[in-house]
């Protein structure tokens, strides 16, 4: 079965400092793999997603992700975090021919400290 | 200008009611999802649709019926509602599978 772990559930960075947000994944085959945004009292907004090809994925708002198959790791970074970014991040993974079903990790909460 | 929009944003109402949260988008996509958001924020998938054809069903209790009466609304019925069954409930959509899903605000329920 799928499953997604997100090892941190509350991480907090200093404005201006660089982050990265762990997500592991368990799948017989290549998922397809997400992160999403939930800032509070909102939906989810895609930051970014990776189906095959380049293993280095560019998102909005400055985020990328790096799809290490060796390690069934699809980890989120920014260079440099703002205020703004702190949120509830969500790792996602997607099955072959599964209609759209998401498995959501348990979610990372990040603060951002001035 | 919405693209995905939900009704009601809450929902507060006793054990044993029944009660529907209505979801519209506007993006002109063919899947609309139901996911259930907990306490601890676990997101977990509910139902699919795929042009009014339901494709996911979960493990929900059969108290929970979704409704597509077409492709750009989906709507979730609760009958004899729980207590466990307070949470923020998501609509989402998206143009096929694989693909990106466009959640809604969210309905918060609260089952006194």
């Known amino acids: 079965a799928q499953s997604v772990t997100q090892p941190d559930i509350h991480i907090t960075v200093s404005e201006g400092a660089s982050l990265e947000l762990r997500c592991n994944y368990s799948y017989g085959a290549t998922p397809y793999l997400f992160w999403y945004v939930q800032s509070p009292g909102q939906g989810l907004q895609l930051l970014l997603k990776y189906f095959s090809g380049d293993t280095l994925v560019q998102g909005i708002k400055g985020f990328e992700a790096e799809f290490k198959r060796s390690q069934s790791s699809f980890n989120l970074r920014k260079p440099s975090v703002h205020w703004s970014d702190a949120a509830e991040y969500f790792c996602?993974?997607?099955?072959?021919?599964?209609?759209?079903?998401?498995?959501f990790g348990q979610g990372t909460e990040l603060s951002v400290k001035p | 200008d919405t693209a995905v929009s939900q009704t009601p944003k809450y929902l507060v109402t006793q054990m044993g009611n029944d009660k529907s949260i209505k979801c519209e988008q506007n993006l002109g996509h063919d899947t609309m999802y139901w996911y259930k958001q907990d306490s601890k924020k676990f997101l977990k998938i509910m139902f699919s649709y795929n042009n009014k054809e339901l494709i996911i069903n979960e493990t929900v209790p059969n108290r929970f019926s979704p409704k597509s009466p077409d492709k750009a609304h989906l709507n979730l019925h609760i009958n004899s509602l729980e207590l466990g069954d307070s949470a923020v409930y998501f609509c989402?959509?998206?143009?096929?599978?694989?693909?990106?899903?466009?959640f809604g605000p969210g309905t918060r329920l609260t089952v006194l």
């Open positions: 996602a993974v997607e099955g072959y021919n599964q209609g759209g079903k998401l498995i």
């Open positions: 989402a959509s998206s143009q096929g599978a694989v693909n990106e899903q466009f």
